[in-house]
T-cell receptor
Framework: KAGVTQTPRYLIKTRGQQVTLSCSPI?????VSWYQQTPGQGLQFLFE???????NKGNFPGRFSGRQFSNSRSEMNVSTLELGDSALYLCASSSGGTGTNYEQYFGPGTRLTVT | KNEVEQSPQNLTAQEGEFITINCSYSVGISALHWLQQHPGGGIVSLFMLSSGKKKHGRLIATINIQEKHSSLHITASHPRDSAVYIC???????????FGGGTRVLVKP
């Protein structure tokens, strides 16, 4: 089985712009979770989707949003980028109904740099 | 105080040594993950456990729900075990993952 894929792998954006990141889960996995990793804050949970519905959301501003499509692929969007949004964005898929209670399979991440 | 605390933050060991990483949490949890992150960012899930002990190869994870504590042990450590190890607690309220700060492990040959 192919693993979790994320595109793009690297991205450079300017403050004020918006960005869309994509995540394709392992075939058959219906849950996709998104995480942000920064040197200062470490790993933080953004949100989780299951069957096109957002099941859980972390403590991030409304500029961070996501969605999931019928084929389980997921996108996250960050609008009005700030310098502090520079981070490694990871997605993970799992087979379970509530993703975080099942083994998570992580993608390689998208490294976003905001200048 | 963070809800999930790991210790130590950094650890250097000689090849072959026994390594222990600790994770303490202050919230009610339903389960806990141990993750491994290599340089370059890739994360691998090592264990998910809600009670007792799990073993995979040279890795052993234990959890004591009453004491709100989990440990990850690496037996006969090897330079390829050099990585950051992260514990993540699944909060019982809301099923959200809360991460520890990570333990950077360096195993010298």
């Amino acid at each position: 089985k192919a693993g979790v894929t994320q595109t793009p792998r690297y991205l450079i954006k300017t403050r004020g712009q918006q960005v869309t990141l994509s995540c394709s889960p392992i075939s058959g996995h219906r849950s996709v979770s998104w995480y942000q990793q920064t040197p200062g804050q470490g790993l933080q949970f953004l949100f989780e989707y299951f069957s096109e519905t957002q099941r859980n959301k972390g403590n991030f501003p409304g500029r961070f949003s996501g969605r999931q499509f019928s084929n389980s692929r997921s996108e996250m969007n960050v609008s009005t980028l700030e310098l502090g949004d520079s981070a490694l964005y990871l997605c993970a898929s799992s087979s379970g109904g509530t993703g975080t209670n099942y083994e998570q399979y992580f993608g390689p991440g998208t490294r976003l740099t905001v200048t | 105080k963070n809800e999930v605390e790991q210790s130590p933050q950094n650890l250097t060991a000689q090849e072959g040594e026994f390594i222990t990483i600790n994770c303490s949490y202050s919230v009610g949890i339903s389960a806990l993950h141990w993750l491994q992150q290599h340089p370059g960012g890739g994360i691998v899930s090592l264990f998910m456990l809600s009670s007792g002990k799990k073993k995979h190869g040279r890795l052993i994870a234990t959890i004591n729900i009453q004491e709100k504590h989990s440990s990850l042990h690496i037996t006969a450590s090897h330079p390829r075990d050099s990585a950051v190890y992260i514990c993540a607690a699944i909060k019982a309220a809301g099923n959200k993952l809360t991460f520890g700060g990570g333990t950077r492990v360096l195993v010298k040959p």
